[in-house]
């Protein structure tokens, strides 16, 4: 999932967000008391969006939903929504909703952004919407309050210590569910996948649509998923893009172990690329010889690491590496910072620190990704689970040192999930189209053949001979996109799955 666009990884900071704590939502807030036509649900009060950089054409509301969806009379909070207009009224369809990555990403500024690199005829089709999920600002948000130190990228995401033992991440697991406990408001129980697909509903009434099409983006799929799940006659096209596993047990987990078979994936292309004549960050003579060469700098990195002011932590050690590559894996044109990183480490150096967004904004999509993944499924709680996994893991996937095995914060969650997860099925009209990439580090084929075969004649996938992530309009191919941009344009998919090169 490059958000968790890099799972709790891709971490980006909307122009203008205040994070706040749950309140009810008050007089001011952008919902009239007026009735959208034919939806029985209130209008939309369309203003000005905060920030800098939008579109001028881009305008922003807020709809209020509940905040328990047991309790659909009880406190309701905002999901703050915006949208650009349909380029041409006269061929209008309805609204195609941006449905982001993550969990922990957002899509408010998508309209203005990546739905600007819709072909014409896609604009004309549709009003651009995006959103920023519950718990994200500048929706109803919430903040766990975490000490600096777990807010580190090889912290979220749990890379075990050097000699493989889990005990740190156990420690780190409790100190940030006993602060989202402390610290995140009733809010934080009632985020999850599910309750996400009912807001994106609710927001489809709001608009006024009987029925919406829907791009979603790597765990934007899972969103969809379960909007498909849940709603399966109030869809028009649907898109998903860079899949995620459909198992309907493992959940997140599922995404966090892709990443084993993901690196496997993606590394022989960039020790192609890394040993190219020509390039200036040129590691090795031959491809054969990068792999070899990033595991033994990772090794010794363990014993060694490096000290590096300012960075969080304020060393580069084996797992600094290894999340460094992930993070240059969703986009082959990242490549250069991974090998700039392994240059300076031969070396004895650390390049300089990486800035990293706001804290203010990393503690909002923290929180956000973990009360999603852990009120989603249920993890175990026994240290020696992820210590045999850990090892099993690393002895099978060196690359990535055994963290897709380990214990995230929802180890040591102190809620159970309230619901089962999603659980993905044939049922429901053949509307859908999948696109994917065949070497994608986040969402790889493997999981995303089995979303294929759990939607069954729903879907139809098209195929990229391709690297990284974000399928349609990014890392993919002409094909692909032609074949995506003119489902969404006409309805016509390909009467097969399409292989494109």
Known sequence: MKQMTKGLALITAASGVVLGVLTPLSASATVSDSTAAGSGAPALKWTKCAGSGVDPRQRCATVAVPMDYADPDGPKIGIAVSRIRSENPGARRGALLLVPGGPGGDSMNDPSGKGQKLPKKVRDAYDLIGFAPRGMAPSTAVDCGLEHRDLARTTLLPWPAADGSVEANMAAAKRVSEACARNGSELIRHISTLNEARDLDRVRAALGERKVSMWGVSYGTYVTDAYLQLFPRRTD???????????????????????????EDNFPEFAKWASTPGNPDRLADTAAEVRPLFLRL?????????????????????????????DSFYDPDDYPALAKLILAARKGTGPPAPAGPPEAVLQNVTAVGAATICNDADWPSDPAVYREDVARSRA???LTGGMPRNAMTCAAWPWEPREAP???????????????????????????????????????????????HDAYLGNGT????????????????????????
């Open 422 to 468: 999603v659980h993905v099925t044939d049922r429901g009209p053949a509307d859908i189209l999948m696109v994917q990439n065949e070497r994608d580090v986040a969402t790889p084929l493997s999981g995303a053949l089995k979303l294929r075969a759990a939607l069954g004649r729903r879907a139809v996938m098209v195929l990229n001979d391709s690297t990284g």
């Open 237 to 263: 096209r649907v898109v998903l893009d860079s899949n995620d596993d459909a198992d309907p047990v493992l959940a997140e987990r599922a995404w966090l172990a892709a990443f084993e078979r993901g690196a």
């Open 396 to 398: 099978a996937f060196p």
């Open 478 to 501: 002409a094909c692909g996109d032609a074949a995506v941009s003119r489902f969404l344009a006409t309805g016509k998919r390909p009467a097969e799955d399409l292989h494109c090169e």
């Open 298 to 326: 990772a090794a010794r990195l363990d014993r060694e690491p490096i000290p590096w002011p300012g960075a969080n932590p304020e060393e580069l050690n084996g797992n600094v590496l290894r999340q460094t590559m992930l």
